[in-house]
């Protein structure tokens, strides 16, 4: 599961004159024809250096953008905790359906929200464009492959792009660096409100106790609540569930 440059059209500057009447000479100079001295061929071959000395320099600075990306999130790696590496990894292993260390969009879509990033569309695909591999189908094979390869080739959609792990894992670790903490609390507070009530009461805590099998008493519960309730509504509001967790 890469990006597409459309190569500029540089014929046009190359093919300035040709055709014309040349009054001295041959009435016509087609391009591609040699004229006197052989100037249309010259031209030609000019205009295919520079297309190709463009289409280099363009894989030139693709490859150094991925490298600088790559050392960019190994050193954004680094610096997560090892629970939120072992985060961004269960998210990945549990959408890589087909176990094959790639996820495509959907996948990665969803992915994402498991960690918190629920983006739209355009930016996910934003992503695969940027950082994505092409996923190329298999030629077929057997007596009548050739003429199936040939109607493939004719008729194919165009191929799949799909995520890495690797730069999934340095994507989503700078993305977590760059998140605002209070971000992150309100995910966990929203954790939490069962029902998106607005506030942790009792039953939410016995809920998420009972889930994490912490085994919590309920009076230790209850004094949770009684110490963070600052308002006497018997509940934590989100307001008070951030001081909480600021500090």
């Known amino acids: 599961m890469a990006?597409?440059?459309?190569?500029?059209?540089?014929?046009?500057?190359?093919?300035?004159?040709?055709?014309?009447?040349?009054?001295?000479?041959?009435?016509?100079?087609?391009?591609?024809?040699?004229?006197?001295?052989?100037?249309?061929?010259?031209n030609a071959s000019q205009t295919l250096q520079r297309r190709e000395a463009e289409k280099l320099e363009r894989e030139r600075k693709a490859r150094e953008d991925r490298e600088r990306m790559e050392q960019a999130g190994q050193n954004s790696l680094?610096?997560?905790?090892?629970?939120?590496?072992?985060?961004?990894?269960?998210?990945?292993?549990?959408?890589?359906?087909?176990?094959?260390?790639?996820?495509?969009?959907?996948?990665?879509?969803?992915?994402?929200?498991?960690?918190?990033?629920?983006?739209?569309?355009?930016?996910?695909?934003?992503?695969?464009?940027?950082?994505?591999?092409s996923s190329q189908p298999n030629p077929p094979t057997g007596p009548s492959s050739k003429g199936k390869h040939a109607a493939q080739q004719q008729y194919q959609a165009p191929p799949r792009l799909l995520l890495p792990f690797n730069t999934f894992q340095t994507l989503m670790a700078q993305r977590i660096l760059s998140r605002n903490p209070t971000d992150e609390i309100i995910r966990a507070f929203d954790l939490f409100d069962e029902g998106g009530k607005g506030k942790i009461t009792l039953q939410d805590l016995r809920r998420v106790a009972r889930e994490l099998g912490e085994g919590l008493q309920e009076d230790e519960l209850v004094a949770m609540i009684e110490e963070f309730d600052m308002d006497g509504d018997n509940a934590i509001s989100r307001d008070e569930f951030i001081n909480i967790c600021l500090g």
């Open 78 to 133: 680094a610096e997560l905790s090892e629970e939120q590496r072992e985060e961004i990894t269960e998210a990945f292993n549990l959408f890589d359906l087909d176990k094959d260390q790639y996820i495509d969009y959907h996948e990665l879509k969803v992915a994402m929200k498991a960690l918190g990033f629920d983006l739209p569309k355009t930016e996910i695909l934003s992503i695969l464009q940027t950082h994505g591999v």
């Open 3 to 42: 990006t597409s440059t459309t190569n500029p059209q540089l014929a046009s500057r190359y093919t300035h004159g040709l055709g014309r009447t040349n009054p001295g000479g041959p009435s016509q100079n087609t391009f591609g024809t040699p004229a006197a001295g052989g100037g249309g061929t010259f």
